[in-house]
């Protein structure tokens, strides 16, 4: 009778064996050394029959074929037999393809990518470190260079006490994906400074990656650089590549021109209440300019100012790119009719200007009735 050796194993987990960490799904699975055997004993197989040897002769073992066995293989009939299996029977076999004809790009200009909106922290009192609100924003990789970028970034209005929050504590920019960084909103307010309501301009057009590759992922981001009180709520946030080919006819290089035409008053620097009279009042005065537009020159400035003492005033002018230029700096004598802007030769005139008009000292007033930049 044909007996044979079954070994009972009973598996028993140790105290301690199976470690569980801290997440979902997370369990260490038990080594061999957790486990030990109870015992080994001989059974008899009531099923099996006795079986006559033949005489002097052992059972003839003969090996199968395996089929992982390299020496088995033959690579040529197991491809054939791989490709047969994948392949769909109802399927047409590919067509030629024409090496001169180029397939058709998937190029989905004009369509936009939106974000979940989201909302920004107010930053700190003090406020030392800026906020920063980061949105990862992906093209399809296949669009090839682009014109203009299209933004559409709609900021909730914000209120104090029922008054209106200007955005001057917010720096908004879009980094493209070859790391092409435009602010193209620094700190403005959404109007003049001595208006009572203001707005976050939505949608941008912008040309400032003219001829640069769109495919790839671009990235919004938001920086809150002051204490408000609030905290900034984003309701939309797109981009959408518009097509190249809505662009073929712009000039570039035509001219253009802007100009502000509201009068704000110029406030003295010692007009303030106790226990600090004297400090610095500076008024800001907007325009959009449209057009796309570069500079092939110095691009020009006028402002119109009346004060009594122009060597009280420091004037900035804050370029689309988010750059400011000093163009007076309490300097002595009468303001010039204009001023260079050499800095921004180059550059696109397309954006949000601003105009910064300051008093340091003590005595007079004035009025900045009107400014204006001009490119070509």
Request: net charge negative; aromatic share 8%; charged share 25%.
């Amino acid at each position: 009778m044909k007996r044979r050796a079954v070994r009972l194993v009973a598996a028993v987990l140790l105290a301690g064996c199976a470690e569980v960490k801290q997440g979902p799904d997370v369990f260490t699975e038990p080594q061999a050394e957790d486990f030990f055997i109870l015992d080994e004993i001989l059974v008899e197989d009531p099923a099996e029959e006795d079986q006559d040897e033949q005489d002097g002769q052992d059972d003839a073992w003969e090996p199968t074929p395996d089929a992982d066995d390299p020496a088995t293989d033959d690579p040529a009939l197991d491809e054939a037999t791989a490709e047969d299996a994948l392949a769909d029977p109802d399927e047409p076999e590919d067509a030629a393809v024409d090496p001169d004809v180029d397939p058709e790009p998937d190029l989905p200009w004009g369509e936009a990518v939106c974000a979940t909106p989201g909302r920004i922290n107010d930053c700190t009192m003090l406020c030392l470190t800026p906020v920063v609100y980061t949105v990862p924003l992906a093209l399809s990789a296949s669009l090839g260079n682009g014109k203009v970028m299209q933004v559409e970034i709609d900021i909730q209005d914000r209120f104090i006490f029922g008054e209106a929050l200007p955005f001057d504590d917010l720096e908004v920019s879009l980094i493209s994906p070859r790391g092409t960084k435009v602010t193209f909103w620094k700190r403005l307010y959404g109007g003049d400074s001595w208006d009572s309501a203001y707005d976050f301009i939505t949608p941008w057009q912008m040309p400032y990656w003219w001829d640069e590759g769109f495919g790839g992922t671009w990235t919004l981001e938001v920086r809150d650089t002051m204490w408000t009180g609030t905290y900034t709520t984003l309701n939309t946030l797109c981009i959408t590549p518009r097509n190249p080919a809505d662009f073929s006819s712009v000039d570039p290089g035509a001219h253009v021109s802007g100009c502000a035409t509201a009068s704000g008053a110029i406030t003295d620097y010692c007009s303030g209440d106790a226990p600090d009279p004297c400090q610095t009042h500076p008024i800001e005065s907007e325009f959009q300019i449209t057009d796309f537009v570069s500079a092939s020159t110095a691009p020009s400035l006028t402002v119109s100012i009346t004060h009594p003492a122009p060597s009280e005033l420091t004037i900035v002018v804050r370029t689309p790119y988010g750059t400011d230029i000093t163009v007076w700096d309490e300097s002595p004598g009468s303001l010039p009719p204009s001023f260079a802007l050499a800095s921004h030769s180059g550059r696109w005139m397309t954006g949000r200007w601003a105009l910064i008009v300051t008093d340091h000292s003590e005595g007079n007033t004035g009025t900045l009735t009107g400014w204006c930049v001009e490119a070509n």
